[in-house]
């Protein structure tokens, strides 16, 4: 889940020039151009701190010549994309938000379960996790429903991580996870779905949770190409747009909801009032008009 971060440390030893009011705008400008997360100006310290990093690291010499340099460059550039990893943070866990993984697991899981059996409803799923950033939530979803779900081999279960961030989904695919990210997951399933390093606190995802697994970079300001997904989660995210840019997501989000599907929203984003046709199921629960 790609936010921005709050912490404004100060990189010791570092040169403590600042952008100035002027190039702040222009970064600023330039990052909600292209990702709609608009950067106050109260983090002028922290992207002044940030920005330092990249120039030690690319040899650039001053934040004008920098910003020269990322403004001409493509989604798909490497500094780009390093640019993006300075200014947002991937602090996340596993089984973040109890509440939501109990309700997963208790209420959808048994009643997509139930419904299988009594013919009402098909042996196949489609979940989206919309700004998965290292892919915690993603592999927590695929847990829980190895954890949960019966006959899981006449299933097809497909779940989708995505993140502007292509660093962080370099992190996802590779499904390993330090033991503070491990730190809420279920004894029983670290010791089921997880392996540990011998010589490190590292976990690896086992493969019967990343056969359940795809990602792939995607910006939330455009529409996603998939449609038809029963469950989409979006969540830790809109807060850090603007009324214009998160209405744009939620309705690329919602389009991608089949009739019936459900959204899952953090319980700070604030989208009760973009999404007034749908059923409010729980505060943080939406259910799409059949």
Known sequence: MTQIDLANLVIPGANLEQVSDAQLRQFADLIYERTGIRVSPQKKMLLSNRLRRRLRQTGIASFGEYYDHVRRLRASDPEWDAFLQEITTHETYLFRDEAQWN?????????????????????????????????DE???????????????????????????????????????????????????YRTRFFSKAPDANIWHAKPALTAMLRFRQHNLLEPLREKDF???????VLIYFDGASKKTVVNHVC?????????????????????????????WLFRKPS
Request: net charge positive.
């Open 255 to 283: 389009s991608a909801i089949r009739p019936g599907g459900l959204l899952l929203a953090g319980a700070a984003e604030g989208v009760a009032d973009l999404v007034k046709n749908f059923q409010r199921v729980q505060p």
């Open 230 to 236: 029963d469950l989409v989660l979006l969540k830790n």
């Open 138 to 188: 993603p592999v927590t979803l695929a847990c829980c429903i190895a954890g949960c779900m019966p006959n899981l081999q006449q299933w097809k279960v497909q779940i989708l991580g995505t993140d502007i961030g292509v660093g962080a989904l370099e992190q996802a695919k590779a499904a390993v996870f330090s033991e503070r990210a491990m730190r809420l997951v279920p004894e029983d």
């Open 103 to 135: 309700w997963f697991r208790n209420s959808y899981l048994a009643e997509r379960a139930a419904e299988a059996r009594g013919g009402t409803n098909t042996r196949t799923m489609r979940i989206w996790s919309a700004a998965c950033s290292t892919g």
